[in-house]
């Protein structure tokens, strides 16, 4: 296995725009979990899923933002009619099963919103 | 809210040098890991610490968590034009998810 996957790496899109990003993580892993990195910060937690339940969201998550994992194996993230502001890096990690376990990131996909 | 505190946010040195960069928080870290992040890419795991005073070598990086847990060092011994990064300090202070430090954004010069 060659570790996380996300794809497109890189999307640029008009405001107002819908744009949709997808994670594959580690096979066997259970949990998957999205962050999101501005220029100059560290990632910041957006939301968590064990298998295919989404068991947390965070405050950053507007009702624009929608995350599944269907099949608790690949993940999408939607971000409906896109603003300047979610122009960033979104990372996905994956990890075993356990919260003590590690998280393994992908690449990102860079997003600018124009 | 559990905040990481990176210090220094920036640090430019020439190759063969040693330095130390610093993570703290006000609270206690169930376990802290060290990340290396290149631009464009995501974060890679270089180490987790667990328990307090402990002490991990990986080649020219030493790591050490302080005793009350609640704050951690980086030191890289002769740095290498490949050791230019972003380095972030992460818990996940026993919840689900991770908090990052702002990272301290390292330029080795050669």
């Known amino acids: 296995d060659t570790g996380v996957s996300q794809d497109p790496r890189h999307k640029i899109t008009k405001r107002g725009q819908n744009v949709t990003f997808r994670c594959d993580p580690i096979?066997?892993?259970?949990?998957l979990y999205w962050y999101r990195q501005t220029l100059g910060q560290g990632p910041e937690f957006l939301t968590y899923f064990q298998n295919e339940a989404q068991l947390e969201k965070s405050r950053l998550l507007s009702d624009r933002f929608s995350a599944e994992r269907p099949k608790g194996s690949f993940s999408t993230l939607e971000i409906q009619r896109t603003e300047q502001g979610d122009s960033a890096m979104y990372l996905c990690?994956?990890?075993?099963?356990?919260?003590?376990?590690?998280?393994?990131f992908g690449p990102g996909t860079r997003l600018t919103v124009l | 809210t559990q905040l990481l505190e990176q210090s220094p946010q920036f640090l430019s040195i020439q190759e063969g040098e040693n330095l130390t960069v610093y993570c703290n928080s006000s609270?206690?870290?169930?376990?802290l890991q060290w990340y290396r992040q290149e631009p464009g890419e995501g974060p890679v795991l270089l180490v987790t610490?667990?328990?307090?005073?402990e002490v991990k070598k990986l080649k020219r990086l030493t790591f050490q968590f302080g005793d009350a847990r609640k704050d951690s060092s980086l030191h890289i011994t002769a740095a290498q034009p490949g050791d230019t990064g972003l380095y972030l300090c992460a818990s996940n202070f026993g919840n689900e998810k991770l908090t990052f430090g702002t990272g301290t954004r390292l330029t080795i010069i050669p």
């Open positions: 990690a994956s990890s075993l099963d356990r919260q003590t376990d590690t998280q393994y």
């Open positions: 609270s206690v870290f169930s376990s």
């Open positions: 610490v667990v328990t307090g005073g």
């Open positions: 096979s066997e892993h259970n949990r």
